[in-house]
């Protein structure tokens, strides 16, 4: 009987074995690392406002505590986005007629909202509340990063379960007193950890079974 | 042994072997039928495509599904397919070890169906979530949420269970058929079926030392495969049996799902060996005799799952407990009287003409047998799911199930998905064992000669 | 001049003459012969003188080892990374674990077995020299043939020829690449 | 298909029905594969999606779609506005026009939840189902929403233009043939508007609807009881229980007396109704009359005092209830109380106050006082005006907040008669039955949109204050009959704050009434009793027929909820079943006419008939038909127009409650779509609902005891959040069930998805029967989630969507579910639900707005169930959390347990050794539902007290 097939053939077989076998491997990978990249995260994106407010000139270089505007934070679970006559009290006085505050006059005069971009955002499935946050000595830049660097504000973080996790699973290395909370140039003492225990205590913080069970932000 | 009837012709060559079942994928001797049963379950098949995808669109609530009764079709179909699955393997794997011959006629078909109907099992979960697109959070991969799955839940082990049982089907499968597919490939003369039979036989050449490192995988994969049959069904009634329901929970459910089983799944094979004899004029491979010792086995399985049966019932009697007592009670007289009392006549009165030589040695009242106890069990997995469910502990809960249009389609259109590869199979695949059965041959020559 | 050839292939009618040709090639002092059957044929094994092969059993023994290992390694990790409560079960439920592990156990011993099955026979191979033998295609029909490969110390073409030729070999085909 | 609605022009649901009538194909595909005609006609799971709601209304779809990663501050933030933070309101709504005062909930300006207010002297925080619902009418996209003139649009200066040129006509003519068709009111402000309109337009007549007060004159003066001070109450026919403007009040009196009773003696209650009632439910002796022998009951109850002579022909059983009853009443003379219900006739009322006084209850138990809102005078009830219409002598009808032409009885062919008046004009919250006949019809806010004021049946006044801005484009009552005899009609709020300026002198008075909620007013005068000797009509019924009571529908009363998907599809206490009525006869009678539940009879009475579904009710006397109002509405709404029979058709003005008539099956069944069949316990039920007595006062039973387990028990210092319900207290009146619809986001499926099994309450009120079906025992069992510390659900979950917390909660992750439905096979209580479709879809709808922010809307395919309320456990904790404190016991409430009016559900932490739920756990009448099951529940109940050999074992 005559050879089906010719001498190439087997290198041909184990080729295609091989690449199909490194293919899958690739693409699981691929997936692996997409669903951690910043794409998929929307990480260090910044979309277009109405106004190109920057956080950078007002929290960085002026120093406005972020409680000026985002007033309720310590009192609620929404931070509170600023009405534009918080814009205003500053605004009526500076910067008059810079054609980039220009929707924010137009707001005012028209009593119409301006409608902003939310950067930070969690699915409406998760529950996250500012106020037990900032009492218990997380500080702003855990999750919001150097917001006070960013001339336009974007995500620093990738809200990603995990991100969540990794913090209720040992609050210690990312509590601070409750009076640095606000505070972006804070430097943790050496033994950050050591600290964090320190504060947990006085604070009676949850257990980590407590903080990583499913109810506390999903409901 | 020597004296022993083969289950072969004597008279048969070993060219006359080879002939009979290569000519099935090379010359397809019943062109037409085929082609018939092959339109037929195309269009099962896309009766079930067209279901799963209105089903995916809207959601479970389009089967006839509520509270109590949240699982019905999907899951009782899901049990009833792995059952009929596993006479594939134990005939395959547990005759071969004990040294049955005549398995050597029935174990390809049977297990392709073993493969076909566990597809068809490991379709049920997963329609029956309706969002399908979930399943993958049923495996431990590193996701960004954190969370695993959970190990406790006899759903979870079903799904590795059928996985595994699937995988390890498919291997035994085709380890069994690569030396026929060297048969086949060396019989054609198109080029095209060279290659194609080629590329799967893997250059089979049929040498003596790959002949006895085959031997030794073959066997060990059949020795660890009877066990798998067993812990696969045991867990599918761990589906139930972990849960509190009336009815479910019982200790008898192991073996008596493992029994019914491979009760349904020997008739299953009975049936099938029957239509392929007939149809594709394998009378000399798959004998009389093949028929009779078929029919024995499944009249014994037969009877211990109708021992299963007396003793479920004497077990909730035992057992004192009020809601127990209700739901057998309820089964013999309640509304889905008829799914128990058609379980039962289907599954245990036609069988009983399987004592008698005759009856089992006649093709058309051994396949008409078979097909009551297929139904049967049908009805028994039905009867088992619904009648628990609806009726649980609080009179305020209690409802009713009515299968709808969607839930019938789904049904009827998995038969389509079960039909059509094992149709491609017997069209293109060598549906007898070819090796096996010369093998066996040799053997009954050499007997026949010393005699 | 054809090239030497890489062995001869004799035809034999039945698997007992194939047993006792082979049993004789063997006491004749060859050494790299090979048998083909269309079946397994009882006996071939020692008429070969093959060494005792554990290595099925003890492949899939390595790969149920690894598959109840690692699975087991799984749900412990995985219920330790997240601790969960459970129905107040406990969190590392054994008896309950088993039940997936046993799977996985079986699940890659058969794998392990089936892979190694392949590796220690060389396949797939789907091109081989004896493919071009017109004969030997009957060795997957009902013909059985044996084998003896030129790289044998005692091989000569015309007398192993005759010497095949003496044990009945229906016909006797020198394999060329 | 062939019907438009009123307003817009789209296919209505009612229509669909005809669609599939007319359509033979459609009859087929439906007949033959009912799945399949559901795909065909796809859009009627469309329509009920968001409860009938979801269409999109010309007014909502015109906005610009706010994207969800939009964030939209305010340009002025208001004071003391904190963003996800709720705000309260004391407000009232109304039913029947009396005040329901409630505390209304908003988040960022929507009003998200009504509850009872705690601070009333007389509801207690308690509520009912209709004032949990009221919520949802507010946000009915089928309300009216712009002025209507002969069908069209108009607008409000359209209208006004008509008003000065009729005000023109009525000021030269003192308002001769203009009349006013008023709905049952308490407000005072209306009746000092109706008063000075009187005054300026001497001619004009305020005439008074009211179907269910009857269609005449009075009463002007009523029994009011004031049950707190009662020890024994002896009910004639008084759903004192059921539904009604004071089942919150007496709801909170029954809780006050029953359980553990704080102290309290027991209260002893004796009831015989003509139709089974939850107050028969709970009562410790009932017996079942017909309407025709109640009155004999009633005279032989008042002989026994000396009032009048003993008729002969009471039964051997009504014989032994009037001797317990008389005895019962003559032992507690001074705290004992006979009352008659409002159905019941006339005179009989007037009997039970005389038997009163001559108990000395009076002044004591109950009070003679007169009526609290508008009464309709002599010549000025609704017969007076159908008199008027037919002389001819009206010439300007305005119909205010009522709809005559569906409520009239059937006897008056009202709708007739209306063309008959020149100018038609109807106020109301829906282009109804009577608007679609009227001329002009105007929209009315929602009581939570418009400043009002009404009274509640204590006689305490609430002011209503808007906590919303009004969605449409209505105005307020207050307005419109101002702008009768005035072309500078004031606004509500002015008119409301004149009415109260004796009152409420000052600001702080009228701020601090607006805070609490209600303004207690003097104890009301006494008013002497004034017989009008109307003569009993002595109902006679032949042979073959049977008697027939007219009851409001127990969830959509007389029809003004017809539109309310909660209330539709909440079970009926005692029936359990949902959108549609039934009816109810006994289970002899039904024997007798080979008639099962669900067989279509024909009921005939005053030559007319309605045709509905049967429905066997254990407890009803025998040849008693009871027909339920309020269904049968043509223009109700996308959710109540074409549902069920009108019982109106049936009724004369002369006897409204009863009629004599017949009843044959008429052929058919119909699918009836119900919560629960009649389950009548036997033995193993008895465990299920327990009772005990004084002599065996433990509820435990043997197999409750010796739980031994694989598993740890329950440990640690955390909370232990456990729930108690007290079945002594629960009167079944499903004001729990609505309101965990209301906080928890509970999609309305629609009947066809409730006829399947597929409703999907979180807390379900089950129903039990026990003994005799002619004489049972009735019981009511609300189930929550058990929150097993040793949950089978979660054991049966492949992916951890439902695990434990460590304060041992049964969670529900909504977001990790994949729709195995594991958990729900497992569970022994079947409380779980699936949303078998997508309930929730997120098509525009103003109901959307109602949803509560704090709870995940779910999806398709994801399991739910109780979740004890998490979202409030969550925010007290954080609470207690930022402050550096334990959660005290009380700060968390259940939404099921701050709405039931008798206090019946205890919820807190169970490991707090002074918690109330840790007390009320510990009584000898706590158990576990199930027990024997090991799940060990963290809901447990206790037993229901029965009089020793009187109710239960």
Same mark, same amino acid.
């Given at each position: 009987?005559?050879?089906?097939?010719?001498?190439?053939?087997?290198?041909?077989?184990?080729?295609?074995?091989?690449?199909?076998?490194?293919?899958?491997?690739?693409?699981?990978?691929?997936?692996?690392?997409?669903?951690?990249?910043?794409?998929?995260?929307?990480?260090?994106?910044?979309?277009?406002?109405?106004?190109?407010?920057?956080?950078?000139?007002?929290?960085?270089?002026?120093?406005?505590?972020?409680?000026?505007?985002?007033?309720?934070?310590?009192?609620?679970?929404?931070?509170?986005?600023?009405?534009?006559?918080?814009?205003?009290?500053?605004?009526?006085?500076?910067?008059?007629?810079?054609?980039?505050?220009?929707?924010?006059?137009?707001?005012?005069?028209?009593?119409?909202?301006?409608?902003?971009?939310?950067?930070?955002?969690?699915?409406?499935?998760?529950?996250?509340?500012?106020?037990?946050?900032?009492?218990?000595?997380?500080?702003?830049?855990?999750?919001?990063?150097?917001?006070?660097?960013?001339?336009?504000?974007?995500?620093?973080?990738?809200?990603?379960?995990?991100?969540?996790?990794?913090?209720?699973?040992?609050?210690?290395?990312?509590?601070?007193?409750?009076?640095?909370?606000?505070?972006?140039?804070?430097?943790?003492?050496?033994?950050?950890?050591?600290?964090?225990?320190?504060?947990?205590?006085?604070?009676?913080?949850?257990?980590?079974?407590?903080?990583?069970?499913?109810?506390?932000?999903?409901? | 042994?020597?004296?022993?009837?083969?289950?072969?012709?004597?008279?048969?060559?070993?060219?006359?072997?080879?002939?009979?079942?290569?000519? +099935?994928?090379?010359?397809?001797?019943?062109?037409?039928?085929?082609?018939?049963?092959?339109?037929?379950?195309?269009?099962?098949?896309?009766?079930?495509?067209?279901?799963?995808?209105?089903?995916?669109?809207?959601?479970?609530?389009?089967?006839?599904?509520?509270?109590?009764?949240?699982?019905?079709?999907?899951?009782?179909?899901?049990?009833?397919?792995?059952?009929?699955?596993?006479?594939?393997?134990?005939?395959?794997?547990?005759?071969?070890?004990?040294?049955?011959?005549?398995?050597?006629?029935?174990?390809?078909?049977?297990?392709?169906?073993?493969?076909?109907?566990?597809?068809?099992?490991?379709?049920?979960?997963?329609?029956?979530?309706?969002?399908?697109?979930?399943?993958?959070?049923?495996?431990?991969?590193?996701?960004?949420?954190?969370?695993?799955?959970?190990?406790?839940?006899?759903?979870? #082990?079903?799904?590795?269970?059928?996985?595994?049982?699937?995988?390890?089907?498919?291997?035994?499968?085709?380890?069994?058929?690569?030396?026929?597919?060297?048969?086949?490939?060396?019989?054609?003369?198109?080029?095209? #079926?060279?290659?194609?039979?080629?590329?799967?036989?893997?250059?089979?050449?049929?040498?003596?030392?790959?002949?006895?490192?085959?031997?030794?995988?073959?066997?060990?994969?059949?020795?660890?495969?009877?066990?798998?049959?067993?812990?696969?069904?045991?867990?599918?009634?761990?589906?139930?049996?972990?849960?509190?329901?009336?009815?479910?929970?019982?200790?008898?459910?192991?073996?008596?799902?493992?029994?019914?089983?491979?009760?349904?799944?020997?008739?299953?094979?009975?049936?099938?060996?029957?239509?392929?004899?007939?149809?594709?004029?394998?009378?000399?491979?798959?004998?009389?005799?093949?028929?009779?010792?078929?029919?024995?086995?499944?009249?014994?399985?037969?009877?211990?799952?109708?021992?299963?049966?007396?003793?479920?019932?004497?077990?909730?009697?035992?057992?004192?407990?009020?809601?127990?007592?209700?739901?057998?009670?309820?089964?013999?007289?309640?509304?889905?009287?008829?799914?128990?009392?058609?379980?039962?006549?289907?599954?245990?009165?036609?069988?009983?003409?399987?004592?008698?030589?005759? +009856?089992?040695?006649?093709? +058309?009242?051994?396949?008409?047998?078979?097909?009551?106890?297929?139904?049967?069990? #049908?009805?028994?997995?039905?009867?088992?799911?619904?009648?628990?469910?609806?009726?649980?502990?609080?009179?305020?809960?209690?409802?009713?199930?009515?299968?709808?249009?969607?839930?019938?389609?789904?049904?009827?259109?998995?038969?389509?998905?079960?039909?059509?590869?094992?149709?491609?199979? +017997?069209?293109?695949?060598?549906?007898?064992?070819?090796?096996?059965?010369?093998?066996?041959?040799?053997?009954?020559?050499?007997?026949?000669?010393?005699? | 001049?054809?090239?030497?050839?890489?062995?001869?292939?004799?035809?034999?009618?039945?698997?007992?003459?194939?047993?006792?040709?082979?049993?004789?090639?063997?006491?004749?002092?060859?050494?790299?012969?090979?048998?083909?059957?269309?079946?397994?044929?009882?006996?071939?094994?020692?008429?070969?003188?093959?060494?005792?092969?554990?290595?099925?059993?003890?492949?899939?023994?390595?790969?149920?080892?690894?598959?109840?290992?690692?699975?087991?390694?799984?749900?412990?990790?995985?219920?330790?990374?997240?601790?969960?409560?459970?129905?107040?079960?406990?969190?590392?439920?054994?008896?309950?674990?088993?039940?997936?592990?046993?799977?996985?156990?079986?699940?890659?011993?058969?794998?392990?077995?089936?892979?190694?099955?392949?590796?220690?026979?060389?396949?797939?191979?789907?091109?081989?020299?004896?493919?071009?033998?017109?004969?030997?295609?009957?060795?997957?029909?009902?013909?059985?043939?044996?084998?003896?490969?030129?790289?044998?110390?005692?091989?000569?073409?015309?007398?192993?020829?005759?010497?095949?030729?003496?044990?009945?070999?229906?016909?006797?085909?020198?394999?060329?690449? | 298909?062939?019907?438009?609605?009123?307003?817009?022009?789209?296919?209505?649901?009612?229509?669909?029905?005809?669609?599939?009538?007319?359509?033979?194909?459609?009859?087929?595909?439906?007949? &033959?594969?009912?799945?399949?005609?559901?795909?065909?006609?796809?859009?009627?799971?469309?329509?009920?999606?968001?409860?009938?709601?979801?269409?999109?209304?010309?007014?909502?779809?015109?906005?610009?779609?706010?994207?969800?990663?939009?964030?939209?501050?305010?340009?002025?933030?208001?004071?003391?506005?904190?963003?996800?933070?709720? /705000?309260?309101?004391?407000?009232?709504?109304?039913?029947?026009?009396?005040?329901?005062?409630?505390?209304?909930?908003?988040?960022?300006?929507?009003?998200?939840?009504?509850?009872?207010?705690?601070?009333?002297?007389?509801?207690?925080?308690?509520?009912?189902?209709?004032?949990?619902?009221?919520?949802?009418?507010?946000?009915?996209?089928?309300?009216?929403?712009?002025?209507?003139?002969?069908?069209?649009?108009?607008?409000?200066?359209?209208?006004?233009?008509?008003?000065?040129?009729?005000?023109?006509?009525?000021?030269?003519?003192?308002?001769?043939?203009?009349?006013?068709?008023?709905?049952?009111?308490?407000?005072?402000?209306?009746?000092?508007?109706?008063?000075?309109?009187?005054?300026?337009?001497?001619?004009?007549?305020?005439?008074?609807?009211?179907?269910?007060?009857?269609?005449?004159?009075?009463?002007?003066?009523?029994?009011?009881?004031?049950?707190?001070?009662?020890?024994?109450?002896?009910?004639?026919?008084?759903?004192?229980?059921?539904?009604?403007?004071?089942?919150?009040?007496?709801?909170?009196?029954?809780?006050?007396?029953?359980?553990?009773?704080?102290?309290?003696?027991?209260?002893?209650?004796?009831?015989?109704?003509?139709?089974?009632?939850?107050?028969?439910?709970?009562?410790?002796?009932?017996?079942?009359?017909?309407?025709?022998?109640?009155?004999?009951?009633?005279?032989?109850?008042?002989?026994?005092?000396?009032?009048?002579?003993?008729?002969? /022909?009471?039964?051997?059983?009504?014989?032994?209830?009037?001797?317990?009853?008389?005895?019962?009443?003559?032992?507690?003379?001074?705290?004992?109380?006979?009352?008659?219900?409002?159905?019941?006739?006339?005179?009989?009322?007037?009997?039970?106050?005389?038997?009163?006084?001559?108990?000395?209850?009076?002044?004591?138990?109950?009070?003679?006082?007169?009526?609290?809102?508008?009464?309709?005078?002599?010549?000025?009830?609704?017969?007076?005006?159908?008199?008027?219409?037919?002389?001819?002598?009206?010439?300007?009808?305005?119909?205010?907040?009522?709809?005559?032409?569906?409520?009239?009885?059937?006897?008056?062919?009202?709708?007739?008669?209306?063309?008959?008046?020149?100018?038609?004009?109807?106020?109301?919250?829906?282009?109804?039955?009577?608007?679609?006949?009227?001329?002009?019809?105007?929209?009315?806010?929602?009581?939570?949109?418009?400043?009002?004021?009404?009274?509640?049946?204590?006689?305490?006044?609430?002011?209503?204050?808007?906590?919303?801005?009004?969605?449409?484009?209505?105005?307020?009552?207050?307005?419109?009959?101002?702008?009768?005899?005035?072309?500078?009609?004031?606004?509500?709020?002015?008119?409301?704050?004149?009415?109260?300026?004796?009152?409420?002198?000052?600001?702080?008075?009228?701020?601090?009434?607006?805070?609490?909620?209600?303004?207690?007013?003097?104890?009301?005068?006494?008013?002497?009793?004034?017989?009008?000797?109307?003569?009993?009509?002595?109902?006679?019924?032949?042979?073959?027929?049977?008697?027939?009571?007219?009851?409001?529908?127990?969830?959509?009363?007389?029809?003004?909820?017809?539109?309310?998907?909660?209330?539709? $599809?909440?079970?009926?206490?005692?029936?359990?079943?949902?959108? &549609?009525?039934?009816?109810?006869?006994?289970?002899?009678?039904?024997?007798?006419?080979?008639?099962?539940?669900?067989?279509?009879? $024909?009921?005939?009475?005053?030559?007319?008939?309605?045709?509905?579904?049967?429905?066997?009710?254990?407890?009803?006397?025998?040849?008693?038909?009871?027909?339920?109002?309020?269904?049968?509405?043509?223009?109700?709404?996308?959710?109540?127009?074409?549902?069920?029979?009108?019982?109106?058709?049936?009724?004369?003005?002369?006897?409204?409650?009863?009629?004599?008539?017949?009843?044959?099956?008429?052929?058919?069944?119909?699918?009836?779509?119900?919560?629960?069949?009649?389950?009548?316990?036997?033995?193993?039920?008895?465990?299920?609902?327990?009772?005990?007595?004084?002599?065996?006062?433990?509820?435990?039973?043997?197999?409750?005891?010796?739980?031994?387990?694989?598993?740890?028990?329950?440990?640690?210092?955390?909370?232990?959040?456990?729930?108690?319900?007290?079945?002594?207290?629960?009167?079944?009146?499903?004001?729990?069930?609505?309101?965990?619809?209301?906080?928890?986001?509970?999609?309305?499926?629609?009947?066809?998805?409730?006829?399947?099994?597929?409703?999907?309450?979180?807390?379900?009120?089950?129903?039990?029967?026990?003994?005799?079906?002619?004489?049972? $025992?009735?019981?009511?069992?609300?189930?929550?989630?058990?929150?097993?510390?040793?949950?089978?659900?979660?054991?049966?979950?492949?992916?951890?969507?439902?695990?434990?917390?460590?304060?041992?909660?049964?969670?529900?992750?909504?977001?990790?579910?994949?729709?195995?439905?594991?958990?729900?096979?497992?569970?022994?209580?079947?409380?779980?639900?699936?949303?078998?479709?997508?309930?929730?879809?997120?098509?525009?709808?103003?109901?959307?707005?109602?949803?509560?922010?704090?709870?995940?809307?779910?999806?398709?395919?994801?399991? &739910?169930?109780?979740?004890?309320?998490?979202?409030?456990? &969550?925010?007290?904790?954080?609470?207690?959390?930022? $402050?550096?404190? /334990?959660?005290?016991?009380?700060?968390?409430?259940?939404?099921?347990?701050?709405?039931?009016?008798?206090?019946?559900?205890?919820?807190?932490?169970?490991?707090?050794?002074?918690?109330?739920?840790?007390?009320?756990?510990?009584?000898?009448?706590?158990?576990?539902?199930?027990?024997?099951?090991?799940?060990?529940?963290?809901?447990?109940?206790?037993?229901?007290?029965?009089?020793?050999?009187?109710?239960?074992?």
């Amino acid at each position: 009987m005559p050879q089906v097939f010719s001498k190439t053939a087997d290198t041909w077989l184990h080729a295609i074995a091989l690449g199909a076998l490194a293919l899958a491997g690739a693409l699981f990978l691929a997936a692996f690392a997409f669903a951690r990249s910043q794409y998929w995260d929307v990480v260090a994106r910044t979309p277009l406002q109405p106004v190109p407010f920057s956080h950078k000139h007002h929290a960085g270089e002026l120093g406005i505590d972020c409680r000026y505007c985002h007033t309720t934070v310590e009192t609620s679970a929404n931070a509170g986005f600023p009405a534009t006559h918080v814009c205003m009290t500053c605004h009526s006085q500076l910067w008059t007629n810079a054609e980039m505050l220009a929707p924010v006059r137009e707001s005012l005069a028209e009593n119409r909202p301006i409608d902003w971009h939310r950067v930070a955002r969690v699915p409406d499935y998760v529950y996250f509340r500012h106020d037990i946050h900032i009492a218990k000595g997380i500080a702003c830049v855990e999750c919001h990063g150097r917001i006070d660097r960013m001339p336009l504000t974007y995500r620093a973080k990738a809200f990603e379960m995990k991100f969540c996790l990794d913090c209720h699973r040992d609050p210690a290395p990312h509590i601070r007193p409750r009076d640095q909370v606000y505070n972006f140039e804070w430097t943790p003492p050496p033994d950050h950890a050591a600290l964090g225990r320190k504060l947990m205590a006085i604070e009676h913080i949850k257990s980590p079974a407590e903080l990583t069970s499913c109810g506390t932000c999903h409901r | 042994m020597a004296t022993r009837l083969g289950p072969l012709p004597v008279k048969e060559s070993l060219r006359d072997i080879t002939a009979e079942v290569a000519r +099935v994928p090379l010359q397809m001797p019943a062109r037409v039928p085929w082609l018939i049963a092959l339109i037929l379950s195309l269009a099962l098949l896309s009766l079930f495509l067209g279901s799963i995808t209105y089903l995916f669109a809207r959601g479970v609530g389009v089967w006839g599904l509520n509270i109590p009764v949240n699982w019905a079709f999907a899951i009782h179909l899901y049990v009833w397919w792995l059952g009929l699955g596993h006479a594939g393997t134990l005939i395959s794997a547990m005759l071969l070890l004990m040294g049955q011959d005549w398995r050597n006629s029935l174990n390809r078909f049977a297990e392709a169906m073993t493969v076909c109907a566990v597809i068809g099992a490991g379709m049920e979960p997963i329609i029956h979530l309706g969002r399908p697109w979930f399943l993958y959070w049923m495996f431990p991969y590193p996701a960004t949420m954190g969370v695993w799955p959970q190990f406790r839940s006899p759903l979870e #082990w079903d799904v590795w269970a059928v996985m595994t049982y699937l995988i390890v089907s498919v291997l035994f499968w085709y380890i069994g058929l690569v030396p026929d597919l060297a048969t086949v490939r060396d019989r054609t003369r198109k080029r095209g #079926w060279q290659v194609f039979f080629g590329i799967f036989a893997l250059g089979w050449r049929g040498s003596a030392r790959h002949w006895a490192v085959w031997n030794k995988t073959y066997r060990t994969i059949a020795a660890i495969a009877v066990p798998l049959v067993v812990s696969v069904h045991s867990e599918v009634s761990l589906l139930f049996a972990a849960g509190q329901i009336p009815g479910w929970h019982s200790t008898i459910f192991p073996p008596y799902f493992v029994l019914g089983a491979a009760y349904s799944g020997f008739a299953m094979v009975a049936m099938i060996a029957i239509v392929m004899r007939h149809t594709f004029q394998l009378k000399q491979i798959v004998t009389e005799r093949h028929l009779d010792v078929l029919a024995k086995v499944t009249l014994a399985m037969g009877l211990m799952t109708a021992y299963g049966y007396v003793f479920e019932i004497f077990d909730g009697f035992y057992s004192g407990d009020v809601h127990e007592i209700a739901t057998i009670h309820d089964r013999f007289f309640g509304i889905y009287a008829w799914s128990f009392w058609g379980a039962v006549i289907f599954n245990f009165v036609p069988i009983q003409g399987l004592w008698f030589d005759r +009856v089992r040695r006649n093709p +058309v009242l051994l396949f008409l047998i078979s097909t009551s106890v297929v139904v049967g069990m #049908w009805l028994e997995r039905y009867m088992i799911l619904v009648t628990s469910l609806y009726k649980d502990f609080l009179p305020s809960s209690f409802g009713h199930y009515t299968p709808t249009f969607w839930d019938w389609s789904t049904y009827i259109g998995m038969l389509g998905l079960f039909m059509t590869p094992f149709l491609l199979f +017997v069209r293109f695949l060598p549906s007898i064992s070819i090796f096996e059965d010369k093998e066996v041959l040799a053997r009954e020559k050499a007997e026949a000669a010393h005699a | 001049m054809p090239e030497p050839p890489l062995g001869l292939l004799a035809e034999f009618a039945s698997a007992d003459a194939l047993l006792d040709a082979t049993r004789r090639a063997r006491s004749e002092g060859f050494r790299d012969i090979d048998a083909f059957s269309p079946f397994p044929v009882e006996g071939m094994a020692e008429a070969l003188a093959l060494k005792r092969d554990h290595r099925v059993g003890w492949i899939t023994l390595a790969g149920g080892a690894f598959g109840f290992l690692g699975m087991l390694a799984v749900q412990l990790y995985v219920n330790w990374d997240y601790p969960i409560d459970v129905g107040n079960r406990p969190l590392f439920a054994w008896p309950a674990f088993f039940v997936v592990d046993f799977e996985l156990m079986i699940l890659s011993a058969v794998l392990f077995a089936v892979i190694g099955m392949f590796w220690m026979i060389g396949l797939p191979r789907l091109y081989h020299p004896l493919f071009s033998a017109p004969r030997f295609g009957l060795a997957s029909e009902d013909r059985f043939f044996l084998y003896i490969e030129s790289r044998d110390p005692k091989f000569d073409q015309e007398k192993t020829r005759t010497f095949l030729g003496s044990l009945g070999a229906l016909t006797i085909e020198a394999v060329r690449p | 298909m062939r019907d438009v609605s009123p307003m817009s022009g789209k296919r209505v649901w009612r229509s669909l029905e005809e669609y599939q009538q007319s359509d033979s194909f459609g009859e087929m595909l439906k007949a &033959e594969f009912p799945s399949l005609f559901e795909l065909w006609t796809v859009d009627r799971r469309q329509v009920l999606q968001v409860m009938g709601a979801s269409l999109a209304l010309a007014g909502m779809t015109g906005c610009k779609p706010v994207r969800s990663d939009d964030v939209v501050p305010f340009v002025n933030r208001p004071d003391g506005f904190i963003e996800g933070r709720t /705000q309260h309101y004391a407000t009232a709504v109304l039913f029947e026009g009396y005040a329901q005062p409630v505390i209304a909930t908003t988040s960022a300006g929507r009003p998200i939840k009504l509850d009872g207010n705690s601070e009333h002297p007389a509801f207690r925080g308690g509520s009912t189902p209709f004032m949990q619902a009221a919520i949802l009418d507010l946000y009915d996209p089928d309300r009216s929403q712009a002025p209507l003139m002969g069908g069209h649009p108009a607008s409000w200066a359209d209208f006004d233009a008509q008003m000065v040129r009729w005000r023109d006509v009525w000021a030269g003519n003192g308002g001769a043939g203009l009349r006013l068709l008023v709905g049952s009111t308490t407000s005072p402000t209306l009746l000092r508007q109706l008063g000075h309109l009187r005054k300026a337009l001497p001619l004009a007549k305020v005439h008074l609807f009211d179907p269910l007060s009857g269609y005449g004159a009075g009463p002007f003066v009523e029994l009011r009881p004031n049950l707190a001070q009662a020890g024994v109450v002896v009910s004639l026919d008084d759903d004192l229980l059921g539904p009604g403007p004071r089942q919150a009040i007496y709801g909170h009196v029954w809780g006050e007396r029953h359980g553990e009773a704080n102290g309290n003696q027991r209260m002893k209650l004796l009831m015989a109704e003509t139709t089974p009632t939850q107050t028969g439910a709970k009562a410790d002796r009932r017996i079942g009359v017909p309407p025709s022998r109640l009155p004999l009951v009633a005279q032989a109850l008042a002989a026994q005092f000396g009032l009048g002579p003993a008729p002969a /022909q009471l039964t051997a059983k009504e014989r032994a209830w009037v001797m317990d009853a008389a005895s019962a009443l003559d032992g507690a003379r001074g705290t004992s109380l006979l009352t008659v219900g409002r159905f019941a006739p006339p005179e009989l009322r007037a009997q039970a106050i005389r038997v009163n006084q001559a108990l000395g209850n009076v002044g004591r138990t109950c009070d003679v006082a007169p009526a609290l809102g508008l009464v309709a005078a002599a010549g000025e009830t609704f017969l007076d005006l159908v008199r008027d219409i037919q002389g001819g002598k009206v010439a300007a009808l305005f119909v205010l907040n009522a709809n005559p032409v569906y409520q009239s009885p059937g006897e008056i062919d009202f709708p007739k008669l209306y063309a008959k008046v020149p100018l038609r004009v109807h106020a109301g919250t829906h282009v109804d039955e009577t608007a679609a006949r009227s001329g002009w019809h105007m929209p009315l806010p929602h009581a939570l949109e418009d400043w009002s004021d009404a009274r509640a049946p204590d006689g305490s006044a609430t002011i209503i204050q808007p906590v919303v801005r009004p969605i449409y484009d209505s105005r307020s009552i207050h307005e419109i009959v101002a702008a009768l005899t005035s072309d500078q009609p004031a606004p509500a709020k002015d008119a409301v704050r004149q009415t109260w300026t004796t009152e409420l002198p000052d600001e702080a008075a009228w701020v601090g009434a607006l805070k609490a909620g209600f303004v207690p007013m003097p104890a009301s005068t006494a008013a002497t009793l004034t017989d009008r000797g109307a003569s009993t009509q002595q109902m006679s019924t032949q042979p073959g027929q049977v008697e027939i009571v007219f009851r409001p529908d127990p969830t959509i009363h007389d029809g003004a909820f017809a539109n309310n998907g909660w209330l539709q $599809e909440l079970p009926k206490p005692l029936l359990k079943t949902t959108w &549609e009525n039934v009816v109810a006869v006994s289970p002899a009678l039904a024997l007798r006419m080979k008639a099962t539940t669900g067989d279509i009879v $024909e009921v005939e009475a005053n030559g007319r008939a309605i045709t509905g579904p049967a429905w066997i009710l254990p407890g009803q006397p025998d040849r008693v038909v009871t027909l339920f109002l309020g269904y049968g509405r043509t223009r109700a709404g996308r959710i109540g127009t074409g549902i069920g029979y009108d019982a109106y058709r049936l009724r004369s003005a002369r006897s409204p409650w009863t009629a004599t008539g017949a009843i044959r099956l008429s052929g058919g069944r119909a699918i009836l779509a119900t919560t629960q069949d009649h389950h009548m316990l036997d033995a193993e039920g008895e465990d299920v609902v327990r009772t005990v007595t004084s002599q065996k006062p433990s509820a435990l039973r043997q197999s409750d005891r010796n739980q031994s387990s694989f598993y740890p028990d329950w440990k640690g210092d955390k909370p232990a959040w456990g729930m108690v319900i007290d079945l002594d207290r629960c009167i079944g009146c499903n004001a729990c069930a609505v309101a965990c619809q209301a906080e928890n986001n509970v999609p309305v499926v629609g009947k066809d998805q409730v006829a399947k099994g597929r409703e999907m309450a979180w807390l379900r009120v089950d129903r039990y029967y026990a003994g005799d079906p002619e004489e049972p $025992e009735t019981y009511f069992q609300p189930v929550p989630c058990m929150h097993c510390e040793q949950a089978p659900c979660e054991m049966g979950c492949p992916v951890h969507a439902t695990v434990h917390s460590p304060e041992g909660l049964n969670l529900m992750v909504y977001n990790r579910c994949i729709g195995t439905r594991t958990c729900s096979s497992y569970c022994p209580y079947k409380v779980r639900r699936f949303n078998w479709f997508d309930y929730t879809t997120d098509a525009p709808s103003p109901t959307e707005a109602q949803r509560n922010p704090d709870v995940t809307v779910r999806g398709r395919g994801v399991m &739910e169930k109780c979740t004890y309320c998490i979202q409030r456990i &969550e925010a007290a904790t954080v609470r207690a959390d930022i $402050e550096n404190r /334990q959660v005290h016991d009380g700060e968390v409430m259940t939404a099921c347990q701050q709405a039931c009016p008798a206090k019946a559900i205890t919820f807190g932490n169970l490991a707090d050794e002074g918690s109330a739920v840790r007390t009320q756990r510990s009584s000898e009448r706590n158990y576990a539902l199930l027990a024997e099951q090991g799940t060990r529940p963290r809901t447990t109940y206790l037993a229901r007290v029965a009089e020793e050999g009187v109710n239960g074992d």
